[in-house]
């Protein structure tokens, strides 16, 4: 009997980086992952609810709004998602640092023990939200180095060579550094969620290395 396909949500909002986004959301889905990507509230571009102008003035479809996602799919921490993804990008990562939607959303998800991942200027999200998983050794954009060791994480450059790539894992929690480490990162999720054979298979068919 095969294992069920594991589901995550990438959350977007306006300024997020739609590398860090699209690239992980691609990866994870070729892992079999079944990813659905939800806006934050208050984001959108005005023309259309489900749309957000990334950080690059690329404009992004998300799936779902997060409230219309949290009602149908994870209303109760049963039906928690395995996964939850927050791309950099620094205004994407302050709306989603607002949005109380937000927090409430990764408290849960923290309390359930399920998988979180931040990229990036997201790690500062899991600060504004009570400072979720302080303590825990985490990477982020350098800049955000000071912020994160000042709210008691373990700040630490991934090593070089390591088997994760650019990223570093405490357990349940995944962080990486940035634009660049995003294939890094994705994998990571994808080996943390479907297994490092399928992540390893993902990676040679993008000719990753």
């Given at each position: 009997?095969m ?9 977007i909002?306006?300024?997020?980086e ?6 992980t ?5 070729r ?10 509230p208050?984001?959108?571009?005005g023309k ?5 102008c ?9 799936d779902t ?17 395995d996964?939850?993804i ?11 640092a607002?949005?109380a ?11 359930a ?14 600060v ?7 303590g825990?050794r ?5 800049s ?7 709210a ?9 060579g390591?088997p ?25 999720i994808?080996a943390?969620?479907a ?6 298979k993902?990676?040679a ?5």
């Open positions: 009997m294992a069920a396909t594991k589901r995550a949500l990438a959350l909002a306006r300024g997020s739609e590398m860090e986004l699209v690239i959301v691609d990866v994870l889905r892992c079999n992952v079944d990813v659905t990507v939800a806006l934050v208050g984001t959108e571009t259309d609810e489900l749309v957000a990334c950080s690059r003035g690329v404009n992004v479809k998300a709004t997060l409230q219309a996602y949290v009602e149908q799919h994870a209303a109760t921490d049963d039906a928690l998602p996964a939850i927050l791309p950099g990008g620094l205004d994407g990562a302050k709306a989603m607002q949005a939607a937000v927090g409430t959303l990764l408290q849960r998800q923290q309390q023990g399920k998988l979180v991942a931040a990229i990036c200027a997201a790690p500062t999200v899991l504004a939200h009570g400072k979720l998983f302080a825990r985490v990477t982020s954009y350098p955000f180095r000071e912020k994160m060791t000042e008691g994480y373990v700040w630490e450059e991934p090593a070089a390591s994760l790539g650019r990223v570093v894992r405490d357990d349940n929690l995944i962080t990486s550094l940035g634009p660049a480490t995003t294939f890094d990162f994705g994998l990571a994808g943390a969620l297994g490092q054979e399928v992540a390893d993902v990676a068919g993008l000719l990753y290395k």
